[in-house]
Every structure is written in structure tokens, then in C-alpha cells.
């Protein structure tokens, strides 16, 4: 005879696809109160940490708090990407005016962001239009047709040091330059965000000495956005990842197979912005980033995403990874790339 535990759970239906959802409609809303408190203590915590470097003699405490600060500008970009999606924000048009301020401040304008990161989400995981809003990604097949040029092109964009040095690949040139080029008069703010940071380094070289622009300025966003250009890409290239052809693919298993959950401690979770539960933001991205873990443990379906972390192992791990093989249906290494393409 069964037990009751055992027939409800044989009774259980496994949500997928639409009916998956709407069960995550229920965290969409948001809370007036803790988006504004949690905004206010990342500015205060932002400011705080630039008030250290800009009157703490000791150049040692200036250095780390500009790196304390890149880490809390991962967060404060979280702020601002979610009010793009319409997690944060709604209906509050003086908080979305900061929020294009803080676009503008980090090299990722409005009209930029909103163009590729919105296709991102429509396209995840799919093959020939992954590239777009993300890193590229191109298939064996396509290896063996790429041009030498293009191949050395996308070889440099998914190099480690391509992350490392973000604030110049990702957003001055990503974000900001080849945007503008492509579409001038609807991308204009973009090089002006550049040429604003960059004379703003200069005023406060000028007035406030080289080690607090540094410290203050140059730093903060080296760190925030190296960090960040390796999560862009780490939440959509890791070991289990999973991507599909156009004629297979379908919203919510591209969320679940082809975006990672990146495991991380509750200090790097607070200062990435819950970002690391990117597989449930993909599923429904109205969902503010406080609540993407709440999701996640309220919904079985969520509960079994591929993984990473930032332990030495798994980065490497990711890092690694050059190409798609359908046959074998994973991410192969370079090495394994050039064996396979030939």
C-alpha cells in the first residue's frame, strides 16, 4: 500500500515551459521598502569607501578600499540592471533617472544595454545568435569555415586577459565604441560616457592628486568590470552548459541548460547582487535580485542548474572552453577545438 507521502509525490507534476513561468510570477513583486533601503546602503557603503581614499593618508588603506569599492560598483550595476528589466524601479522615474546615471557612469548607456542585453535574453543558448549580448561562441562546424582573421578575433575576445582588461574590451570598446559605430545616432551617449570618465580622471588628478584618482576612480572600475566581463561570461560558458539550434530551442531550458548558477559565499552574493542565480533571472527576468534565491528554493524545477564557482579549478574550467560540438553536445577545450575542426 502506498503511503501518503509516496502518493503525492507520484501525483507531482515537474513544471516546464510556460506553466514553469508562471510559477515564478509570484516573486516578481517588488518591495517598495527594501529596494530603496538596499539602494541607499550600497551608495552609502560606495561613498563611504571613496571618503576612505580620498582622506586616509596611508596609501595602503586608499588601495584596498578602491578595490572594496570595484566590488561594491559589481553591485550598484546589479541596481541598475535590473531597473532596465523592470524588476526595480517601476513607475518611479526619478530612481530610473539615477539609474541612467549610473549607466552613464559605468560606460553602459541606456540605449546600449537595453538593445543587447534584452536580445540576449530572447536568444540564450541559442546557436548563431548566443554571441550577441554575451561572449561568442562558435560551433566546430563553423571553426572549420571561419576566416584565419575572424578565428584570431574571436580567439583574443574569449581570452582571459580580453577579461582582465574589461573596462577597456568589454566596455569602452564592447559598450561603448563599436555600438556608436554601428548606430550613431541612436548610441551617441556611448563614446560621451567614455570621454566624461575620462575627463573626470583628469579633474581629479588635477585637483585631488594622481593616488586618489586612482584609488578612487581608475581602480574601482578596473576591478568592477573584470570581474564582471568574467561573470558575463562564466554565466553562459561552463562545463554543463547547453546550447541548441534554432529549430530545438525553447525559452526556459535555454535558461536552465544554458545559464549557470554560480556558487559563491553570502558576502560575494551581496556584493554581486544575487547574480549568481543567473538561471532563475533568466527564467523570469522581472524578478528583482533579492528574490532570485527565494525563487530557487521555492521551486524544485530551479533546483538542479549546471554550476560554477569561483574556486580556482572551476575557473580554469571555464576558461578553457573554445567551441561547440553538437555530436558530442558539450563545449569543447582549445585543444580539443583545433583536433576536432580540422
Avoid at 35 to 41: A, R
Avoid at 105 to 133: C, P
Avoid at 314 to 336: F, H, N, P, S
Wanted: hydrophobic share 50%; with cysteine; aromatic share 12%.
Amino acid at each position: 500500500m502506498q503511503t501518503a507521502e509516496a502518493s503525492q509525490a507520484s501525483t507531482e507534476r515537474v513544471l516546464s515551459g510556460p506553466e514553469l513561468i508562471r510559477a515564478t510570477v509570484a516573486f516578481e513583486k517588488e518591495n517598495r521598502w527594501v529596494t530603496y533601503s538596499l539602494f541607499v546602503q550600497t551608495v552609502t557603503v560606495m561613498v563611504a569607501l571613496l571618503a576612505v581614499v580620498i582622506w586616509v593618508p596611508a596609501w595602503p588603506i586608499k588601495v584596498l578600499a578602491g578595490m572594496v569599492a570595484g566590488l561594491v560598483q559589481v553591485r550598484l550595476f546589479i541596481f541598475y540592471h535590473d531597473a532596465l528589466h523592470g524588476a526595480l524601479f517601476r513607475k518611479a522615474p526619478v530612481a530610473q533617472f539615477c539609474m541612467s546615471f549610473v549607466g552613464f557612469y559605468l560606460m553602459s548607456v541606456r540605449s546600449v544595454w537595453k538593445e543587447s542585453h534584452d536580445f540576449h535574453h530572447q536568444h540564450n543558448g541559442k546557436i548563431a545568435t548566443a554571441s550577441i549580448g554575451s561572449y561568442p561562441i562558435l560551433t566546430v562546424d563553423m571553426l572549420r569555415s571561419t576566416s584565419p582573421l575572424r578565428l584570431r578575433a574571436y580567439t583574443i575576445v574569449r581570452h582571459p586577459l580580453s577579461m582582465v582588461f574589461g573596462c577597456l574590451s568589454v566596455f569602452a570598446v564592447g559598450m561603448a565604441l563599436v555600438p556608436f559605430l554601428r548606430r550613431p545616432g541612436r548610441h551617441w551617449a556611448a563614446p560621451l560616457a567614455v570621454l566624461c570618465n575620462a575627463a573626470v580622471f583628469v579633474a581629479v588628478v588635477y585637483w585631488l592628486g594622481w593616488m586618489v584618482a586612482v584609488c578612487g576612480l581608475l581602480l574601482p572600475s578596473f576591478i568592477s568590470m573584470a570581474l564582471g566581463s568574467y561573470l558575463f561570461y562564466a554565466q553562459h560558458n561552463f562545463p554543463a552548459m547547453q546550447i541548441r539550434p534554432a529549430a530545438d530551442w525553447d525559452y526556459v531550458t535555454a535558461a536552465l541548460r544554458g545559464s549557470s548558477m554560480f556558487d559563491m559565499s553570502r558576502m560575494m552574493h551581496w556584493f554581486t547582487g544575487n547574480i549568481g542565480y543567473h538561471h532563475v533571472h533568466h527564467v523570469n527576468h522581472r524578478i528583482p535580485f533579492y528574490r532570485l534565491r527565494e525563487a530557487m528554493q521555492a521551486l524544485p524545477e530551479l533546483q538542479q542548474p549546471g554550476r560554477t564557482s569561483w574556486r580556482l579549478k572551476d575557473v580554469i574550467a571555464c576558461l578553457r572552453l573554445y567551441a561547440w560540438d553538437a555530436k558530442q553536445g558539450r563545449m569543447l577545450t582549445y585543444a580539443e577545438s583545433r583536433v576536432a575542426g580540422r
